[in-house]
């Protein structure tokens, strides 16, 4: 299983709103520079965070976006989700979708990854990240995924 570009291009962003977080808002346009992506990609990214309720825009020259929670309160995968669907397999979260999972030992497997995938992004906040990143290095400024 590979992670997308637009999962890990999100969690960036998200990563860059935490490290500013309580300071005001945040051009989108600083946050592309800094990241070294694409600033068009990236608007496209921010239509589905803030649509899921974890980004606020504003307009103007004081604009830009924020968090809507503080990194404590924001999952890896709240955010990862928004943007990929992490289920290995369909049948893990749609059983009715396979006329064999009645008889299918595979499908077990598959429903324990989702489990640990789920539980694993689930128990790890942006503050977390935050913290892992300041004692990789004292200087912390940003991170790259």
């Not at 309580?22 to 589905?48: C, H, M, N, T, W």
């Not at 640990?116 to 290095?137: C, F, S, V, Y």
């Amino acid at each position: 299983m590979k992670v997308s570009t637009k999962a890990r291009y999100g969690l960036r962003l998200m990563m860059a709103l935490a490290t500013r977080h309580g300071q005001g808002p945040v051009f989108l346009k600083d946050i592309a520079r800094e990241q070294e992506l694409s600033e068009k990609y990236l608007s496209r990214i921010v239509i589905d965070l803030r649509s899921a309720g974890l980004l606020d825009a504003f307009r103007g020259a004081n604009g830009g976006y924020i968090l809507t929670r503080s990194p404590d309160k924001i999952t890896v995968r709240e955010v990862v989700t928004v943007l990929e669907d992490m289920t290995p397999v369909e049948c893990a979260k749609e059983p009715a979708v396979c006329g064999r999972v009645e008889i299918c030992s595979a499908n077990e497997v598959w429903c324990r990854l989702d489990k640990a995938i789920q539980e694993t992004l689930g128990g790890i906040t942006l503050e977390d990240m935050l913290a892992w990143g300041r004692q990789k290095n004292e200087n912390y400024v940003m991170y790259y995924l």
